[in-house]
């Protein structure tokens, strides 16, 4: 199969022209034009950043962590990442717990890029993103992007602009991808992963981090013929008729594929299927755990959604099944109720490794070797971590958080009056110090904007060394 298009239109590899059925607009129904070049001041902007759509915030599908936790939770994870080869080494099992929890808000963008790998990918290649960025792009693939940067996440005020800063650093990331596996060019599905991964760092750190997605968590899965998608699709329903056979029955006799209904799930990282809150979740478990956690998000909510008789009243047909498993009850995506489901459900990574090379035989007797030769796929952080060798200089964050609250002078009563006295001694000892900017103004715009005129956006994000995230 050279391209799989799925249910909603969307084709995912070759296809210059259109996003959605109509080729007009977003995956949820509106064109970016319509959302505006700029925000306007009265819109509401939710904490993920999204002023709308079918990602905007609501509280029934989140959980709120208190503010106190919250504050722990940072204190564990700066601890963490200021010893991660430690931690990864003899305590991976308590990271693991910890990006179920979910990682804090202000530290993903950089737990993120530990736990990928990006890091020390990053820092083994000193430079080598630079070189990608000034470098022309190949007019096929660049044309394609141009054309797919306004679909991605619209109603997210990052992106909302026209040849805003957020479009420019997709266009940046995207572009560096395809000199960087010119093999493997340019697959649709990449733009909204790099898009999740530009709300949270750099540019620079959104490329590495796509790298590793792309060549450990998931290879082939961007590559011409989709074949590694289809394999999974496949391991997908032989692990589903283990976890709910009336599901697998029932997808069974409606002759649905795989690749209908979860084409979009895994390619996309589920970007485009949870409400936001439950997206943050499941990444955070994915990058820690690898594609194990795509395949129980995946089983959990065809479980849910096909896994009784009583619910399989109402959909007798493709068609019917089809539009259920687009529209899924908000009830089993909403974010506390599938994160429980998915870490109560035991899939291991020997299992899917065992249906995968079952998977595999089948392939070859019915289609023959896989044209696309992919590495062995890494399940999740850890190994990942081992096989990639690296020194402790490679994980140090630059720079390191450093709070000092020095003493304040010992004043008694007689001494009230020369206290101002005392202040300017103090800023003379501990002078205030300039902090620098960790996203400074590109001063080199992509030349593919130098036509546009940016309206009410922020310049390009940077992706220098001081990548505190913070």
């Not at 298009?5 to 084709?11: D, H, I, P, R, Y």
């Not at 971590?385 to 450093?402: D, N």
């Not at 940016?454 to 390009?460: D, H, I, M, R, V």
């Amino acid at each position: 199969m050279a391209r799989t298009e799925l249910s909603n239109g969307l084709n995912l590899r070759d296809n210059p022209e259109k996003l959605t059925e109509n080729g007009t607009g977003s995956s949820y129904g509106l064109d970016p034009e319509v959302n505006g070049n700029v925000v306007p001041g009265e819109t509401q902007v939710d904490k993920y950043g999204f002023t709308g759509g079918a990602q905007q915030y609501s509280g029934d599908s989140a959980e709120e962590v208190p503010a106190e936790v919250l504050r722990q939770r940072e204190a564990k994870w700066l601890e963490m990442l200021n010893s991660w080869d430690k931690w990864m080494a003899k305590r991976h099992k308590k990271v693991k717990e910890r990006c179920q929890k979910g990682i804090p808000p202000s530290l993903r963008g950089r737990a993120w890029l530990y736990l990928s790998g990006g890091k020390v990918k990053r820092e083994l290649n000193q430079g080598k993103f630079q070189k990608l960025d000034e470098a022309q792009g190949d007019p096929k693939w660049v044309d394609i992007i141009e054309r797919d940067l306004h679909r991605q996440f619209p109603f997210h005020e990052m992106f909302a602009a026209r040849g805003g800063h957020g479009q420019q650093d997709l266009f940046r990331v995207l572009k560096a991808y395809t000199l960087y596996r010119p093999d493997e060019g340019y697959c649709q599905a990449q733009a909204p992963v790099a898009a999740v991964l530009l709300m949270h760092m750099p540019a620079e750190d959104a490329f590495w981090v796509l790298v590793q997605i792309c060549e450990k968590y998931l290879p082939g899965y961007y590559s011409a013929g989709l074949e590694a998608i289809q394999l999974d699709g496949e391991i997908l329903y032989a692990l589903l008729q283990q976890v709910s056979s009336v599901a697998y029955r029932h997808l069974k006799k409606q002759k649905l594929e795989p690749t209908l209904c979860m084409t979009e799930w895994f390619m996309c990282i589920f970007s485009r299927t949870l409400p936001w809150a439950s997206v943050l979740r499941v990444w955070d478990m994915f990058l820690c755990e690898g594609v194990k956690i795509l395949f129980k998000v995946g089983l959990v909510l065809l479980k849910c959604t096909l896994g009784s008789q009583q619910k399989l009243k109402d959909c007798q047909g493709l068609y019917e099944t089809m539009e259920l498993l687009r529209t899924i009850n908000p009830q089993y995506m909403q974010e506390s109720f599938l994160v429980h489901e998915v870490i109560e459900l035991t899939i291991s990574e020997t299992k899917i490794e065992k249906e995968h090379n079952a998977q595999l035989r089948r392939w070859k007797e019915s289609h023959g070797d896989l044209r696309c030769k992919s590495p062995p796929r890494m399940h999740g952080a850890k190994a990942i971590m081992t096989s990639e060798p690296h020194t402790k200089q490679h994980l140090k964050q630059m720079p390191a958080i450093i709070v000092e609250y020095p003493l304040a002078p010992k004043m008694d009563v007689n001494e009230e009056n020369r206290k101002t006295k005392d202040e300017d001694k103090m800023k003379t000892a501990f002078p205030s110090q300039e902090l620098i900017n960790p996203y400074a103004p590109s001063s080199d715009p992509s030349p593919l904007f130098e036509h546009i005129t940016l309206k009410g956006s922020k310049e390009s994000l940077s992706s220098v060394e001081q990548d505190t995230y913070l």
